[in-house]
Nanobody
Framework: QVQLVESGGGLVQAGGSLRLSCAASGRIVSIYIMGWYRQAPGNQRELVALHTSGGSTNYADSVKGRFTIFRDNAQKTVDLQMNSLKPEDSAVYYC???????????????WGQGTQVTVSS
């Protein structure tokens, strides 16, 4: 059973920083992409940042220059360092992975349970 477990959310004032962490566990053959999405109330889930196994990164325009994604392939972890936070960054942040589990032929999408980030003005 593959699991993604997040930690690190919380309440912070505008201009502050938070670091989110996510660890993948279970019988995993290969992880191709790891990253973060977020969903604010009334909004669709949106991409925040992705990190491929080859080292490429992709950021939403709204977070470029403020957020940085870090990935440790050996540890199967992905972190999101969030600086200069704004109230509009408030959302539930979800860890995401596109990976192939043991006993499967194709990769699938997996999601963490979500962690709340609230930025006060």
């Amino acid at each position: 059973q593959v699991q993604l477990v997040e930690s690190g959310g919380g309440l912070v004032q505008a201009g502050g920083s938070l670091r989110l962490s996510c660890a993948a566990s279970g019988r995993i053959v290969s992880i191709y992409i790891m990253g973060w999405y977020r969903q604010a109330p009334g909004n669709q889930r949106e991409l925040v940042a992705l990190h491929t196994s080859g080292g490429s990164t992709n950021y939403a325009d709204s977070v470029k220059g403020r957020f940085t994604i870090f990935r440790d392939n050996a540890q199967k972890t992905v972190d999101l360092q969030m600086n200069s936070l704004k109230p509009e960054d408030s959302a539930v942040y979800y860890c995401y992975a596109h990976l192939r589990g043991a006993g499967t032929t194709f990769a699938s999408n997996y999601w963490g349970q979500g962690t709340q980030v609230t930025v006060s003005s």
